[in-house]
């Protein structure tokens, strides 16, 4: 006889379109039966698209139906505005607001080596340059840049509630894997493990009072990107890209993530627009205006691009951004107006 177990355990079977992880593990399977050779299950999504409902239904009847023993199969999918099963509780309800932080913005790649993290950095530097209160969390759990970046190794000290003081520089508060493990020591978790470390990243941090905590995330669009919609809500994700299609075809991706889970797009970065030469020539290394374009493509704002200077890439390895060295310089200006550009999409 088929138990609430066996078939919890075939769904996990059914993914949700577009991520790795599965219903069972988002936590949308909210009530099971089976009686009979009948099986009765029922899901609550929190997203409105019609054609994911369609295919997570079709999936799982489908997953259900091959079951040994399995007569019939009755999968109700519930979205935002019906009814969820008794005492079920929404993931996305688990979000919660973390006291003194107004808003929270998260940047984000479709891959790795676009320069997220660089932006990520000056735009929190810029922001506290233009006067707005910063803090700057690293969600990169597998490979944290943050410290290098901003020039700050120690260690959060714990306040007297027990909660971990974020090291501050710059005027920026900040947190990252990397305050928490020793030199080059690798993080080997899994997912359950990256969902818990993000949720303490807000729970056990005093924060204080910020007016925009920035979130770096890891490239792609995988646990660490599911964990923060779950834990908080956001008020909007900023795209970085550089100009080839390569690039530009993996932010459709991160665009496409964003939307599923109902958080707002503030615009698109293009990073290494462009590289001028000391002789004053300038050489599009990775084509250019790709950013912009797909910005108006997808009917969405373009917030600046940044072109090739070496003063970015010797602060980042520095420690010392470059909005922070050289904020009247070309390469500062760039991110001081973008992190205007910004300040004015949030404000």
């Not at 079920?88 to 607001?97: D, G, L």
């Amino acid at each position: 006889m088929l138990t609430e177990d066996d078939i919890r355990n075939a769904l996990k079977a059914v993914k949700y379109p577009g991520y790795s992880r599965d219903i069972v593990s988002f936590g949308l399977v909210k009530q099971i039966t089976a009686n009979n050779g009948a099986v009765s299950v029922v899901m609550q999504l929190t997203t409105h698209n019609p054609d994911i409902a369609q295919q997570l239904k079709a999936e799982s009847e489908r997953v259900l139906g091959a079951l040994p023993g399995v007569d019939r199969v009755q999968v109700e999918v519930n979205q935002p505005g019906t009814p969820q099963a008794a005492g079920s509780q929404n993931p996305w309800a688990q979000q919660q607001k973390v006291p003194g932080i107004r808003r929270i913005i998260a940047v984000a790649s479709g891959k790795g080596g676009v320069g997220k993290s660089t932006v990520s950095v000056n735009l929190a530097c810029g922001l506290k340059h233009l006067g707005v209160k910063v803090g700057l969390l690293d969600c990169d759990i597998y490979g944290p840049s943050i410290p290098l970046m901003m020039g700050v190794h120690e260690r959060p000290t714990i306040s007297e509630a027990e909660k971990m003081v974020p090291p501050a520089n710059y005027g920026v508060k900040l947190m990252s894997m990397g305050f928490l493990v020793d030199g080059d020591q690798p993080v080997i978790w899994r997912g359950p493990m990256i969902m818990k470390t993000i949720q303490q990243f807000f729970s056990a941090v005093e924060w204080g009072e910020l007016d925009v905590l920035v979130v770096d995330l890891p490239p792609g669009t995988g646990d660490a990107q599911l964990s923060l919609c779950q834990t908080v809500p956001l008020d909007g994700g900023v795209i970085v890209t550089t100009p080839q299609e390569a690039s530009l075809g993996v932010v459709r991706k991160g665009i496409g993530m964003f939307q599923k889970v109902n958080v707002p797009i503030l615009g698109i970065v293009e990073n290494m627009s462009y590289f001028t030469t000391p002789g004053g020539e300038r050489v599009e290394i990775f084509g250019h205006g790709g950013g912009r374009a797909e910005a108006a493509r997808q009917n969405i704002a373009f917030l600046g691009e940044v072109p090739i200077f070496t003063e970015i890439r010797e602060g980042g390895d520095r420690g010392v951004p470059v909005v922070v060295s050289a904020p009247a310089q070309a390469a500062g200006e760039a991110f001081l107006r973008i992190a205007e550009a910004l300040r004015q999409r949030v404000a």
